[in-house]
């Protein structure tokens, strides 16, 4: 059993547009999303890490790239722990025009998004998605603490559903750009650590 696992969300990202970029490549940090990151890295560099996982898309990946360097581990990737599948429907479309484009669509993510039946991974799937690689990297490293870098949605499914919250509750205390949620493995884990950017370090 790993001593703490470290969910991390990619820093800001590069979108002019404020488009919705699911999955689509090409979405690198933004420069306040590395300085974002530099910080996180220097938060999990005083933390005894073993292991950096990460999604493959872009921003996933450098903020994980980012925290290695100054952990001195590498990154591994896996593609289980990319975005909600939801987005890509919306991928490319700026956020402000997503309900025009697909008819009450933001509204209904926004007023419960457990109850999504134009999508195509239920919430419920997706945070089965995320804590099954939480609960793999748990027992393949039973000593020191796990990074797991990730989105916004996945990184908040696997937080409730693994300390026991409902699912509904996606968007009570959301994490933001490289913050980091600190579980401590157990049944239910529990919520050892919230830490954002800006904070002392």
């Given amino acids: 059993m790993a001593n703490l696992v470290h969910l991390v969300r990619h820093g800001e990202t590069h979108n002019p547009n404020d488009v919705v970029y699911a999955s689509l490549p090409g979405f690198d940090l933004s420069e306040r999303g ?11 560099g005083s ?17 994980a790239e980012i925290v290695a360097e100054r952990t001195g ?10 975005e909600w599948a ?6 490319g479309v700026p956020w402000d025009e997503v309900d ?3 008819v009450g669509e933001l509204t209904a993510y926004l007023e419960d998004p457990t109850d999504l039946a134009f999508s195509n991974e239920t919430l419920g799937e997706l945070a089965d998605r995320i804590t099954g690689v939480i609960d793999r990297l748990d027992e393949q490293y039973p000593h020191g603490e796990v990074v797991v870098v990730t989105h916004q949605d996945p990184l908040q499914a696997a937080r409730l559903q693994l300390t026991g919250r409902p699912l509904k509750e ?3 205390d959301k994490p933001g750009h490289g913050s ?10 529990v919520e050892y650590s919230v830490w954002s950017p800006g904070q002392h370090v």
């Fill in 34 to 44: 590395r300085s974002q990151t530099r910080d996180t890295a220097r938060f999990l």
């Fill in 47 to 63: 933390q005894s890490i073993v292991a950096i996982w990460s999604s493959p898309l872009q921003r996933a990946l450098r903020t």
């Fill in 73 to 82: 581990h590498s990154v591994d990737i896996d593609d289980d722990l990319t």
């Fill in 86 to 91: 939801l987005l890509d429907r919306w991928a």
């Fill in 100 to 102: 025009d484009r697909h």
């Fill in 170 to 172: 996606l968007a009570t």
């Fill in 180 to 189: 980091v949620i600190s579980l401590r493995p157990g049944s239910p884990w």
